[in-house]
């Protein structure tokens, strides 16, 4: 699987020119000038014409900054008024995704479409089959009326020449909640009393359309603030650079970290309070037990599958472990959580110990900027180093590893993994919070594959996981 | 036509993170009539990234040959040409 394409390379394009703005002193003069350098006059454009490629970087520029798109009042404000107001704000605001209409395609309404394949032969059983009577014959070939199609998908089904495909909406088939739907104008919306902000939309959009609102500008701030700034670097950060992790740290502190800390010592917390918690709660006879750090999921379990909530580990996430330990000991520095995750945005907001979020992919960029080569960098160790169980949280099984070796001899641990969350597995924890669950410890990652493929990554999953995996069996 | 290959994938931190991360899965991608005759490394930051009027990053080396914005389909398509 290769996630890669020309959407997520030009967001890492803009993130690293944003910055390197920044480093220079130059981002309120100069910002504005970044969508006529990508698409200049004459040259060649992405979509319909340059000026509708400049307006989406402008656009893309401002997520960048920190801004909701869906809140633009003025579309004449210049970028460097955006820039300049970032530059002073003291909070960052909900909601973590952001959806740029103008780079909305406004895919299909009608998932159903019957291509020149088509024989117009005389059995039609598309025609014959539709509950809706949605298909006409048009110049000898079958045609789905929109206005009538239910997306049901019979004609497919029945088409004996296969002529009829289906096409789906791909930021709605990735979300796991249906979240994500047409307005009235057939632009995509996110509706966030169901989102659970895992990011599968904005990964799977072929437009680029929906984004983070990133904080790479508060974060560059908090690298000239007086009580510094410390890197709560997530474990799946070890397989994200073609280095060994003690010159990731070192990176960070050329980078402008005055401290990196591996949120894998609060994961070796976690760890170690869950199983207990687990032991507490097969004494009380309860059926199950699911683990509580993925964001995403905890997330869902609020919106969508309520009745297994009594389930859930009250455990707290090893981010909140780490943040709490950071705040006593450097009570006067800013915490800045880098992971690969969106959803950790949302527990960030929710948590005040966490001032910011990064990804991996941000971060890399912002190394760029910089000019910072991980691999020539000095060897350096973290603070507060962690565990191999910490270490090992990122990829899936992880967790249920922690948990089976933290009560081994004392209570008997029959794991099972939910890997990835979607409308399948979803449905299945469901069954299982009525009563029908084959085990009686379950971690639930809303990444296939764990946090090491999460929406914020740089390198591909199946090498990061077996990076992770090298690591913790040091 | 050459008899064997060698590609150079840059694997410095700015040719990883704008795309060269997923070159490095190019050994999966390779028809396999070939892979005998292809020697794949990753190498430290080869220098072309800060150069500019080389091309932009990621950039992988064939035999003497520079690739920029290097992409599985650019690599495995050169490689070809050399050969078959």
Known sequence: MIFENNATIRRRDLITRLAKLYFDNQLVEKIDQIPLELFPKRGDASRCCIYRSRAVVRYRLMALLGYNIEDEQDELKPLAEYARQALERTSIEAPVLTVIDDACSSCVKVNYFVTNACQGCVARPCMVNCPKDAIQMVDGHAKIDHAKCVNCGRCQNVCPYHAIIYMPVPCEEACPVGAISKDEHGLEQIDYSKCIFCGKCSRECPFGAIMEKSQVIDVLRTFSQPGGSIAMIAPAIVGQFPADFTKQVSALKALGFTKVVEVATGADITAEHEAAEFMEKMHENEPFMTSSCCPAYTEAVEKHIPEIKKYVSTTKTPLGFTAEILREKYPDAARVFIGPCIAKRKEALDNPLVDFVLTFEELGSMFVAKGIDVGTCDSEESELPAGNIGRAFPVVGGVADAIVKGVEGKCECKPIVIDGLNKKSITLLKAYAKGKCPGNFIEVMSCEGGCVAGPGVISNPKIATKKVQEFTSQ | ?84
């Open chain 2, 1 to 84: 036509m050459a008899q064997s290959v060698s590609v150079k994938i840059c694997t410095g931190t700015a040719c990883y993170v704008m795309g060269g991360a997923n070159l490095l899965m190019l050994e999966e991608c390779l028809p396999e009539h070939l892979k005998g005759r292809i020697e794949i490394e990753g190498t430290s930051c080869m220098g072309y990234c800060s150069l500019g009027e080389k091309g932009k990053a990621p950039f992988v080396m064939i035999n003497d040959q520079l690739i920029s914005e290097a992409t599985l389909e650019k690599i495995t398509e050169k490689i070809k040409t050399m050969l078959e």
